[in-house]
């Protein structure tokens, strides 16, 4: 092979990948919004997870695109690892279409093909349609690559020093670390399934080689998700794990199926048996979907495996307990006073969190302690989980035959479980504000930050006492309740009024400033949010204490 028929494969090869990513770009904004619905809907069916996996593949033809997003789903909670692993197994059987579609020897009409979506995109105006042009250019592009490739490809069947080195690959383990290696290079396991079929096509390789390189590039398609899952908590890097450990069983099952039983390699060949790239097509989707059939009603032993493999830490154990409800979870049979109060204990277990977490962010800016940025951000994922599922079971009792009285308290408790959320989100923004002025090395004066620390101590408090007379139903502390939120009040003003005259004498650095002005109109919010809550089952409003 020349150096030139070496640019030129490697311009195949990357022809063939734009033209994938092309496509799967296009399939993924004609499909809109309907990817991450279809994939947030996987349920604990695992047949309907499978289903969900290969369904999101077909669409987008990248199993890499479809197991990051379930890395993300994951990773932010909407999904569980036992949905995960079905999503993988159906994107494993969803990525094989695109051998299949590169068994048709449709490089004549690449051009074509590209000069069709080039109009498409190019000159019509309706979005929908421009992203129609970008998945024909994509396919296209796709086509001309491939015929690139084999173009480039086909002198190296004339040259004994490369044939010898595929010829070493007749030793099935060499094969499948070779498919490894090579999958793992290009980052895609759809590429290297199109070279090896050009390989085997140019009678490179034979095709029971071919058949252990299929293997090996099932496991080394899973280092982008194992890259990807580097910045992920420790169940998005579990989503990773359980990928790679699905195909290395995979590889474990086939590869000892069809050292055992060649016949089955045989019975492969006979559907297309004067089409070599067929054959490998084939041999992929069969081997990805017997891997499934085989694996999937162990699936739980799989997710068991991944979690033995990178263990549950004591925060993540707190987590999980945090992220439950404990009074709520039924309200079949119990009478509708009964419910409010349990919804109400629910709540109390929300004030909780949602002051722990404005303590912690305000430990966090004063300390500049960024360990604290990442309590902050678990503990506002505690409080939404419970925002929503709260909102969600009193939003059902509405339904049910509520007085009028009853109806009231539950009105005030969604009220009281939106206040909370917003108090936990301000406490989000004190530990932003940390963040971004380290970033920009902004800095509030001594004066400043002695006022700020009066103001937090004085919310902390009102808050503290607040969520107290709540949590108790001692409504005789209301007044002292709204003498402290008073004082908070009365702090703004003054911390105001102090920012203006240090801006007046310059002795403020302008981004810092924006920062003070904007962590005072939050303690003081959280403060108005608290006594909200404090008073809304009292039967009283602020003006009669």
Known sequence: MSLLEFFSLLGGVGMFLYGMSLMSSGLRNAAGENLRVILEK?????????????????????????????????????MTLAQAIGVIMGANIGTTVTAQLTAFNLSAYAPLILFVGAVMFLFLKKTFVRDVGTIIMGFGMLFQGIGIMKTAIAPLSQTQAFINLMRGLDNPLLAILFGVAFTALLQSSSSSIVIFQAFAVQGIIEYHTAVYLVIGAAIGSVTPNLLASLTANRNGKRTAILNLVFNLIRALILGTLVTVFPQILTAIQSLSPDSVGRQIANTHTIFAITAVLIELPFSHLIVKLAQTILPQLPEETRKQENQQLIYINNFEGIPAAVALANAKLEIVRMCSFALENLRTSVECFFEKDYAKVQQVEEGEDTVDFLDHNITEALVRLRSYRLNSRDRDRLTKLLLDVSDLER???????????????????????????????????????????????????????????????????????????????????????????????????????????????????????????
Do not use: W
């Open 423 to 545: 108090i936990s989100d301000h406490a989000v923004n004190l530990t932003e504000y940390m963040v971004k002025m380290q970033e920009r090395k902004g800095s509030i004066s001594p004066a400043g930050m002695a006022d700020l620390k009066k103001m937090a101590d004085a919310a902390l408090a009102s808050i503290e006492l607040s969520l107290e007379v709540f949590s108790t139903g001692d409504f005789s502390r209301l007044k002292e309740a709204e003498d402290l939120e008073q004082r908070v009040d009365e702090l703004e003003e003054y911390c105001i009024a102090s920012h203006v005259e240090r801006l007046m004498n310059q002795e403020c650095e302008p981004y810092g400033g924006v920062v003070y002005s904007d962590i005072v109109t939050d303690l003081e919010r959280c403060a108005d949010h608290a006594i909200n809550v404090a008073f809304s089952l009292s039967g009283k409003d602020e003006n009669d204490v």
């Open 42 to 78: 996987a349920t604990s069916n695992r047949i309907m997870a499978v289903m969900v996996g290969l369904l999101v593949t077909l669409m987008i033809q990248s199993s890499s695109a479809t197991d990051m997003m379930v890395i993300g789903f994951v990773n932010s909670g909407l």
